[in-house]
């Protein structure tokens, strides 16, 4: 993943809103949205549910809070 969709995805783990996540990001909520439908796409996740199973099974979070 480039930097910023790995930043997302953490963010979107620790169920940060995409509002949220635009204002940490500096970016728009648009470009958040976008992000979102690519880490589904690249990840093959059906829903931000598989998103979390996706980053736990492959270590980029430890536990969800």
């Keep these: 993943f480039r930097r910023v969709l790995f930043r997302s995805l953490k963010l ?6 995409t509002r949220e996540i635009s204002e940490i990001l500096c970016l728009s909520e648009k470009t958040i949205e976008g992000h979102r439908k690519s880490l589904l796409d690249k990840t093959h996740s059906r829903n931000v549910a598989g998103l979390v199973w ?3 099974e492959n270590g980029i979070i430890k536990e969800v809070k």
């Design 12 to 17: 979107i783990c620790q169920q940060y809103s």
């Design 54 to 56: 996706y980053a736990l």
